[in-house]
C-alpha cells in the first residue's frame, strides 16, 4: 500500500490542494483502511503527505520557501550521491541509462508528464542506488516525494517543451567513469528541472 501511494505521488497522481479520504484509498487500493492509515502516517511523518484536521489526506502547499529549502537540500545530496555511485557504474549502466532516457525523451515530445515523471525518477535512482547508501538515498526519495506532485501540476500548466535535461552528459560520465563529471551533470539537471 505505501508503495503504491509513493508510486502515486512521485508520477504526480496525487495533486497539490486536491484532497482524498482514507476510505476512498482504501477503496481504490482494493485493501481495508488500515495499512492505508498506517502508509499515510508513515509518508505524513515524511512530509510527503499532511492529514488535515477534518481527517481528509493531501498534499502539503509548496510554499516559494519550502520549494527553496527542497532545491537547496537537493542540490546538496543528489550531486554527491552520484559522485559516490560513480565508482560502481559501469558501461551497462551506461545502455540502462541511455534506454530509460530514450522513454524520457519520448515523453517529453509527445508531451506526456506523468510517463516524464516515472521514467526521470527511474533515471536518476538507478544512478544513486549503486551508491548503496543507507542513509542519504532515504533522504532523497523523501525531497522526490514531496517536490514531485507540484512538479507535476508545473509541467501540466506549462507543458514539458520547456524542460532540458542534462541526463545525456550524466550518461557520458558514467561510461567515462567520471565522478566529478556525473557530479555536476545531475547538479545541472536539478538547476533546469526547479528553475522551471
Known amino acids: 500500500v505505501e508503495q503504491s501511494l509513493r508510486a502515486g505521488l512521485l508520477s504526480g497522481r496525487f495533486v497539490p490542494g486536491h484532497s482524498v479520504t482514507l476510505r476512498g484509498l482504501a477503496q481504490e487500493l482494493g485493501v481495508s483502511p488500515m495499512p492505508v492509515r498506517e502508509a ?3 509518508l505524513s511523518a515524511g512530509n510527503a ?11 502539503p502547499t509548496m510554499t516559494p520557501q519550502r520549494l527553496s529549502e527542497i532545491l537547496t537540500a537537493r542540490l546538496l545530496l543528489e550531486p554527491e550521491l552520484a559522485f559516490v555511485a560513480a565508482a560502481h557504474l559501469g558501461s551497462s549502466d551506461a545502455t540502462a541509462l541511455r534506454k530509460i532516457d530514450d522513454r524520457v525523451d519520448e515523453s517529453l515530445s509527445g508531451g506526456d508528464a506523468e510517463t516524464y515523471m516515472r521514467e526521470n525518477f527511474a533515471f ?3 544512478i544513486y542506488r549503486a551508491a ?7 533522504l532523497v526519495e523523501s525531497l522526490w516525494l514531496q517536490f514531485a506532485p507540484f512538479m507535476r501540476t508545473v509541467y501540466g500548466r ?3 517543451f520547456a524542460l532540458v535535461d542534462h541526463h ?3 550518461i557520458e560520465a558514467v561510461r567515462a567513469r567520471d565522478a566529478a563529471a556525473l557530479r555536476e551533470a545531475v547538479a545541472a539537471d536539478i538547476r533546469c528541472g526547479m528553475d522551471l
Request: glycine share 10%; aromatic share 4%.
Open 40 to 42: 499515510v502516517r508513515a
Open 49 to 59: 503527505l499532511e492529514i488535515r484536521s477534518n481527517g481528509r489526506i493531501q498534499v
Open 124 to 126: 536518476h535512482f538507478h
Open 132 to 138: 548503496g547508501s543507507q542513509v542519504l538515498m532515504p
Open 158 to 160: 506549462v507543458g514539458t
Open 168 to 170: 545525456k552528459e550524466a
